[in-house]
C-alpha cells in the first residue's frame, strides 16, 4: 500500500512539473513573438521614415547628375 501510494506521490509531482513546464514555455513563447513583433514594426518605422527622406532628397536635386555636367563640359 504505502509503495502504491509512493508511485502515486511521484506520478502527481511528474505530471505538475511537465505541466509547469508546458505552461512556461507558452508564457516565453508569447513573449518571444511580442519582440519579434515589435522588432518588425520598428524595422517598418525605420525603412518608411529613410525611403521618405530619399524621396525628399531625390525630389531637391532635380539638377543633372556631376558626371553628366562633368562629361558635357569635356566636349
Known amino acids: ?3 502504491q501510494l509512493s508511485m502515486e506521490t511521484e506520478e502527481a509531482r511528474r505530471r505538475a512539473g511537465a505541466l509547469f513546464k508546458k505552461e512556461q514555455q507558452s ?3 508569447e513573449q518571444a513573438m511580442a519582440d519579434y513583433e515589435a522588432q518588425l ?3 517598418r ?3 518608411a521614415r529613410l525611403r ?3 524621396l525628399a ?3 531637391g ?3 543633372k547628375p556631376r ?3 562633368a562629361k558635357a563640359q569635356r566636349s
Open 57 to 59: 532628397r531625390a525630389a
Open 41 to 43: 514594426q520598428a524595422m
Open 1 to 3: 500500500m504505502e509503495f
Open 67 to 69: 558626371g553628366a555636367t
Open 61 to 63: 536635386n532635380t539638377k
Open 27 to 29: 508564457r516565453e513563447a
Open 52 to 54: 521618405a527622406l530619399r
Open 45 to 47: 518605422e525605420k525603412t
